[in-house]
């Protein structure tokens, strides 16, 4: 298809997103890292636990490891009347084994004592003379009891293949002894900033010139996606200098991104470029969105290649919708669970049918629920997105909200 068809035949996010997909596979590099280093990575292999969880049979309340047919029929009125023959306290072996008419006091957590097949609440008993207690109502068996395996089983598969690993799977792994887990490797995405009129951040620009804020913008984004983020410097509006920087960065790259020279103009030159990287080149260039509509989408040698708008909003949301989930598509991640939050919206929020918006949004709280009030502003403005607090997506065939309808935040 000839480079000028494609051109602003735009597609929805997730048509051209599938494009992309069809021509890549996740990757296939793992590594093996510490407990204490794979907070945020991705499963690789499933673990499986090497030991039942727990280990013992242990108490899930305060108060006294019985035989509960010792218990049957007790009442406030008719209580039960035990012996009691000792304490077991937590990390200690149980020395004594329980008889008929007996009770052992066990601490939450704490190990049965043999004879043992449930547990009475204190709250259910009290003193009865020297070494005695009343128990004011029955227990079935297994009652207040954790059993052995009952967690986890010796042998099964603890964590699933694409877990995105949080703070209670990592010590889901260590209760069960594992201190290392298999991991999918970050992929490697490179950032080319593109544009004559850039300098970097520490620079001081001049007159015409604007600090380059978007490939640490990005990558800051793609790092917290799981990826391993590099910036590879600026490239001048020329054809060969976009070319020769863009085929360096590309040559180690999982993934490359380059910002600006996706917009509609002579200068544009990062079509031609990405036609020299690999086949098949752009599959797409033009989403039904606002901002980013001039977006490019290609995989060469399957390997995607994306084309991000200059201005720092568009490059950043597109970023968000296009970029991160092909981060997770390499890393063969389960689908993210977003944060929303529904709100009232404040104020009409005007569109395109055929289009999808998506527009920054702070979020109140009122008498009467959550308030979501647009902040409107150009893609070139930065702060549009700091003073915000989530975002807005209006559908593609939506012809605009109106003020009072409840609408669904993307909370940041």
Request: charge should be negative; proline fraction near 8%.
């Amino acid at each position: 298809m000839a480079q000028d068809s494609l051109f602003f035949t735009v597609k929805s996010v997730a048509d051209a997103l599938a494009l992309v997909r069809k021509e890549i596979a996740p990757l296939n590099r793992r590594e093996r890292v510490s407990i204490g280093a794979a907070a945020g990575r991705i499963v690789a292999i499933a673990p499986r636990s090497p030991v039942e969880l727990p280990n013992f049979r242990r108490s899930a309340m305060d108060g006294y490891a019985v035989n509960a047919s010792d218990t049957y029929g007790a009442s406030d009125s008719l209580p039960a009347y035990l012996n009691r023959i000792g304490e077991v306290r937590m990390g200690e072996r149980p020395t004594v084994v329980i008889g008929p008419g007996q009770a052992v006091e066990v601490a939450t957590g704490a190990m049965l004592p043999d004879g043992a097949d449930a547990v009475i609440m204190v709250e259910r008993t009290q003193p009865y003379g020297a070494g005695d207690i009343e128990v004011l109502a029955p227990v079935a068996p297994g009652e207040n009891v954790v059993q052995i395996g009952e967690d986890v089983g010796l042998g099964v598969p603890i964590l699933p293949v694409g877990r995105r690993l949080r703070p209670q799977d990592l010590g889901g792994l260590l209760a069960v002894g594992l201190t290392r887990v298999e991991v999918v490797a970050r992929p490697r995405v490179h950032i080319l900033s593109c544009g004559d009129e850039l300098v970097a951040p520490e620079e001081t620009p001049q007159l015409g010139q604007i600090r380059d804020i978007n490939a640490p913008m990005l990558a800051a984004l793609f790092n917290a996606a799981g990826a391993e983020a590099r910036l590879f410097g600026r490239a001048n509006d020329t054809f060969e200098d976009t070319l020769s920087k863009a085929q360096a960065a590309f040559a180690e790259a999982d993934l490359l991104v380059i910002s600006a020279g996706s917009s509609v103009s002579a200068r544009d030159l990062t079509s031609a470029v990405i036609a020299q990287l690999g086949e098949p080149g752009v599959l797409q260039h033009g989403l039904a969105v606002k901002p980013g509509k001039p977006t490019i989408l290609a995989v060469c040698n399957g390997r995607p290649v994306i084309g991000l708008p200059g201005n720092p909003v568009s490059a950043l949301l597109v970023a968000r919708q296009i970029v991160v989930p092909l981060i997770g598509h390499l890393l063969g991640a389960e689908p993210e669970i977003p944060m929303t939050r529904r709100a009232t919206l404040t104020q009409n929020v005007p569109s395109t049918t055929g289009r999808e918006d998506t527009v920054p949004v702070r979020l109140r709280q009122s008498a009467s629920g959550w308030q979501a009030e647009p902040v409107f502003g150009k893609s070139n403005l930065i702060y549009t997105l700091i003073n915000a607090d989530g975002l807005l997506v209006v559908p593609l065939n939506a012809n605009g909200l109106r003020a009072g309808v409840e609408v669904e935040v993307t909370v940041f």
